[in-house]
């Protein structure tokens, strides 16, 4: 993908945007309830679409399909890929399609990054221990 095809994207969704906005000035906001939802739901409807358009874009057919597998088994981790890949597309650093190759690298290098973000807790330990039970028979 080349920096003209992402500057042509970004472009028409900030004509898109643009064009919403002086709607909704137009109209006064959302004039009600059911006006709102439904700009709302058009509004998200548009996004998903933009980001499909964008990944259809950057991804390979084999990459695309490890991508939706992935959404259905866990969905966080499915958006959280979608979200890098967009941002390397949009930044630039993406010289061609995304292969499924280069897909598995970056779900190892998102879960190598998700387990050293684990907390660790460690409680003390309250009360009786097996010392205070040898006491305890001593007194008796």
Known sequence: MSDADLEQIRKA???????QHQNNQRQGGAAGGVE???????????????????????????A???????RLVKETRA???ENRLI??????QLRQKVTE???????????DRKEEEKIVVSRRK???DDDDDDD?????
């Open 13 to 19: 969704r900030l004509e898109q945007l643009q064009q």
């Open 36 to 62: 709102g939802g439904a700009d709302e739901q058009r509004n998200s409807r548009d996004s998903a679409e933009a980001r499909q358009s964008i990944l259809n874009q950057i991804l390979l057919p084999d």
């Open 64 to 70: 695309a399909d490890r991508l939706g597998r992935i």
């Open 79 to 81: 958006t959280d890929v």
């Open 87 to 92: 941002m390397l597309a949009r930044t630039g």
């Open 101 to 111: 190759e280069q897909l598995k690298e970056l779900l190892n290098a998102l879960a």
């Open 126 to 128: 309250g009360g009786w």
């Open 136 to 140: 305890v028979d001593a007194l008796i």
